[in-house]
C-alpha cells in the first residue's frame, strides 16, 4: 500500500508539474504573438509617421521575423488608397503583406516577451517591407514623403506634359506596353550612436525603381522604435531613379494620346516641371536643366542629392519642401550616365499655377490663354531644353514685368548686395542681422526648433521675421536674450 500510495503522490505531483509547463508555454506563446502584433503596430507607426493601423493575421518566418497580411493604414486625411485598387475611406493605405525583422531574430521576442506593444524595445536595426501596393488616386504610399514620384510607376514627373493625366495607374501603365509587377515598399533604418541612416525603396519591375537614402542626427541614442518621439534634423538626401522601360512607354503613350511627336513631348514635360517649381519659386540653372532633359528623352538612371548646408530640422522638414526653402539649402549634384553636374538653384517670387485636377500642362496652356508654351529650339551639343518658364507666354501676351517695388512673397527672390555675400550655410550672429534684412535664413532660439524664415526687420532687442506655413505665412518677433543664432540660407 505504501508504495502505491508513494507512486498516487508522484504522478499527481507530475501532473501539476506538467500542467503548470503547459500553462506557461501557453501564456508564453499568448505574449509572443501579442509581441509580435505590438512590433507590427509598432513599426508601421515609425514608417508611416504615427499612422494608425490595422493589421490582420500575424505569423512568424523561420528566423523570427513578424509576416502580417491584410495591412490597413488610417492617415489624417487624403484620397483612398486600397491593394486592389478599390475605393475605400479617405485616408486609407492597404497592403496585402507586412514583413518586419530585426538582427535580433528570436533573442528580440525573448527578450521583450513582456513588453505587448513593444514601445520599450531597444531595436538599431529595423527593416519594414510592404507588399502588393496599389492605388487609384496616384499618391505615393508614403503620402509624397517621397517627392514628385509616381505611386505606380515609381518615376519621377511621371505625367508632367500630357494633357490627360495627372497621374497614371496600373492599367496605363499596362496600356503602354509595360508588364507591371507587383509593386512593394521597403524601408531599412539603422542606429549608429547620434546617426540614423535611412533607405526608402518603392519599385514596380518592369516599370521603375526609386531609393531614397537620408541621413539624420539626433541628440542622443533611442531605439528606432520611438523614433518619431525624438527630433531628428536632416544631414543629407540622396534619390535614385532607376528607369526600367517606363520613360520611353510614357513619352510614346502621352505623344500619341495628344497628336503630337515625342520630341514636342518631351519638350511639353521640361516646360511642366520647371513651371511647378516656379510655382514654390525655384528656378534651375541651365547644366541641370539639360542632364534632366535627357533622362526625360531617352530614360536610364537619375541620381539628385547633396548634404544641406544647414540641417534640416524635423519640424520644418514638410514646410520647408512645400516652399522650396530645402532645395535652396541642399548642395546637390544631379547624375545621369556619365555627367554629373552641380544643382545651383536660385529662388525667385513664387507664382502659383492654377492645376485644380493636377494635370499641369493643360494648367499652362488656359494660363497662356489656350496657346501653348514657347519651346526654345533643340541646340546641336546639348539635349533639347524648354526655355525658362517666365518666358512661355505666347508672343502676342508677353508676360507683365512686376512692379519695383513689389515685395516678393518670399526673400529668396532678393539680390544678394556685394557687401552682404556670404556662402549658403554661413553662421550670423545678432550683431550682423541688419545686414540681412529680407534674407531668408534659418533662425536657432533657445525656446524652439530651428525655423526657416525671412528677416523683416531689427530694431533695438527685437527681431521680426516672416515663416512660410501651409497656406500662407506667420510672423513672429524674436528677442535677442532669446536668440542664439541664424545661418543663411539664400
Known amino acids: 500500500m505504501g508504495k502505491f500510495a508513494a507512486l498516487q503522490s508522484r504522478g499527481g505531483r507530475a501532473r501539476l508539474v506538467g500542467l503548470v509547463v503547459l500553462g506557461l508555454v501557453i501564456a508564453a506563446g499568448k505574449l509572443t504573438y501579442q509581441g509580435a502584433q505590438g ?100 499618391v505615393e504610399p508614403i503620402y509624397g514623403s517621397l517627392g514628385p514620384i509616381g505611386a505606380t510607376s515609381a ?86 531613379v532607376s528607369d526600367q522601360g517606363f520613360v520611353a512607354a510614357r513619352n510614346a503613350f502621352c505623344a500619341k494620346q495628344d497628336g503630337i511627336d515625342e520630341a514636342t513631348f518631351v519638350q511639353r514635360h521640361l516646360v511642366s516641371v520647371q513651371r511647378m517649381f516656379e510655382g514654390i519659386g525655384l ?28 540641417p534640416l530640422h524635423s519640424s520644418e522638414r514638410e514646410a520647408a519642401w512645400t516652399n522650396g526653402s530645402a532645395a535652396l539649402r541642399l548642395s546637390a549634384k544631379l547624375e545621369h550616365g556619365s555627367k554629373s553636374v552641380p544643382m545651383q538653384w536660385r529662388g525667385t517670387a513664387p507664382r502659383p499655377l492654377d492645376a485644380e485636377d493636377g494635370v499641369v500642362y493643360a494648367a499652362i496652356v488656359k494660363e497662356n490663354g489656350g496657346i501653348g508654351p514657347v519651346v526654345a529650339a533643340p541646340a546641336a551639343a546639348a539635349p533639347a ?58 533662425v536657432f532660439t533657445m525656446h524652439a526648433p530651428p525655423r526657416t524664415a525671412t528677416l523683416l526687420s531689427v530694431a533695438g532687442n527685437t527681431a521680426q521675421v516672416r515663416a512660410p506655413m501651409q497656406g500662407g505665412h506667420a510672423d513672429f518677433r524674436i528677442s535677442r536674450e532669446a536668440f542664439v543664432k541664424a545661418t543663411l540660407i539664400q
Open 283 to 310: 528656378v534651375a540653372d541651365a547644366g541641370t536643366l539639360a542632364e534632366y532633359a535627357d533622362f526625360a528623352a531617352k530614360g536610364g538612371q537619375l541620381k539628385v542629392g547633396g548634404q544641406y548646408t544647414s
Open 39 to 138: 512590433l507590427a503596430a509598432q513599426a508601421a507607426r515609425v514608417v508611416f509617421d504615427d499612422a494608425d493601423a490595422d493589421i490582420g493575421a500575424v505569423w512568424f518566418d523561420w528566423n523570427g521575423d513578424v509576416i502580417a497580411k491584410d495591412v490597413t493604414l488610417y492617415l489624417e486625411s487624403g484620397p483612398s488608397l486600397s491593394a486592389d485598387g478599390s475605393e475605400g475611406d479617405d485616408g486609407t493605405l492597404r497592403f496585402s503583406r507586412m514583413r518586419v525583422s530585426t538582427d535580433q531574430g528570436w533573442l528580440f521576442h525573448l527578450v521583450n516577451i513582456l513588453d505587448r506593444k513593444k514601445q520599450h524595445a531597444m531595436v538599431d536595426h529595423l527593416r519594414v517591407g510592404f507588399e502588393s501596393f496599389d492605388t487609384q488616386t496616384g
Open 385 to 442: 531644353v524648354a526655355v525658362p518658364v517666365a518666358a512661355t507666354q505666347s508672343p502676342a501676351q508677353p508676360q507683365a514685368q512686376a512692379p519695383a517695388t513689389q515685395a516678393p512673397q518670399y526673400a529668396s527672390s532678393y539680390a544678394t548686395p556685394p557687401r552682404q555675400q556670404m556662402a549658403p550655410g554661413g553662421r550670423i550672429d545678432w550683431e550682423d542681422l541688419p545686414r540681412f534684412q529680407g534674407r531668408m535664413l534659418q
Open 155 to 240: 518615376s519621377v514627373f511621371e505625367a508632367e506634359g500630357c494633357m490627360q493625366h495627372a497621374y497614371f495607374v496600373r492599367d496605363e501603365l499596362t496600356e503602354m506596353g509595360l508588364s507591371p509587377g507587383k509593386t512593394s515598399l521597403e524601408f531599412d533604418l539603422r542606429q549608429t550612436g547620434s546617426r540614423i541612416d535611412t533607405r526608402i525603396v518603392l519599385a514596380t519591375p518592369g516599370v521603375s525603381r526609386v531609393q531614397v537614402d537620408r541621413q539624420e542626427s539626433i541628440a542622443k541614442e533611442t531605439s528606432l522604435l520611438q523614433l518619431r518621439e525624438i527630433a531628428t534634423s536632416t544631414v543629407s538626401d540622396h534619390w535614385e
